[in-house]
T-cell receptor, first 112, second 114 residues
């Protein structure tokens, strides 16, 4: 299993771009990188998934360098409602859940 | 993606009793999972609920304590048996559909054992 390392917490201000980096040095060839967002009293919500280079959707962008040993989740112009825990997961999503292991996550706090 | 309804959303139970949590998915899904999340902590996988066969449990979790049913491709239950205060936690179900776009989670069941 590829272990992930993320910052425990980050603070930002409304309107700023936030970049959360995740390290996954032992990523395997078939592994994808997936980010989830979790608000208090809710289950995690899928944000974005990628394999290499850059992926963008309506919520975020995911940057993955060529060696795939890290990835960066970019949230443009955050608002107070983006305050949540963000989890980086690495694994084969077509396999079993045991290959998707939740790390400690990053608590993002957006300040007014 | 699939939509998951999980109930109850919360419960307060007496020690020694059991609670069954239900998870209903709005579409047929291949795999369903149960997680536990201690307050302020990350998620820990309890087991994979297999349709038509026994659940597959992770290390540290046993069938006698957490029996799981999966009678069809849209429904699963997790029972927390003979509860103690240490079982107080949030329990979440998750489902995987087709493709590579990740998992969907229920909103969780907040269990307090007194």
């Amino acid at each position: 299993l590829a272990k992930t390392t993320q910052p425990i917490s980050m603070d930002s201000y409304e309107g700023q771009e936030v970049n959360i980096t995740c390290s996954h040095n032992n990523i395997a060839t078939n592994d994808y990188i997936t980010w989830y967002q979790q608000f208090p009293s809710q289950g995690p919500r899928f944000i974005i998934q990628g394999y290499k280079t850059k992926v963008t959707n309506e919520v975020a962008s995911l940057f993955i360098p060529a060696d795939r040993k890290s990835s960066t989740l970019s949230l443009p112009r955050v608002s107070l409602s983006d305050t949540a825990v963000y989890y980086c997961l690495v694994g084969d999503p077509s396999g079993s859940a045991r290959q998707l292991t939740f790390g400690s996550g990053t608590q993002l706090t957006v300040l007014p | 993606s699939a939509v998951i309804s999980q109930k109850p959303s919360r419960d307060i139970c007496q020690r020694g009793t059991s609670l069954t949590i239900q998870c209903q998915v709005d579409s047929q899904v291949t795999m369903m999972f149960w997680y536990r999340q201690q307050p302020g902590q990350s998620l820990t996988l309890i087991a994979t609920a297999n349709q038509g066969s026994e659940a597959t449990y992770e290390s540290g979790f046993v069938i006698d304590k957490f029996p799981i049913s999966r009678p069809n491709l849209t429904f699963s239950t997790l029972t927390v048996s003979n509860m103690s205060p240490e079982d107080s936690s949030i329990y979440l179900c998750s489902a995987q559909g087709q493709g590579v776009y990740g998992y969907t989670f229920g909103s969780g069941t907040r269990l307090t054992v007194v």
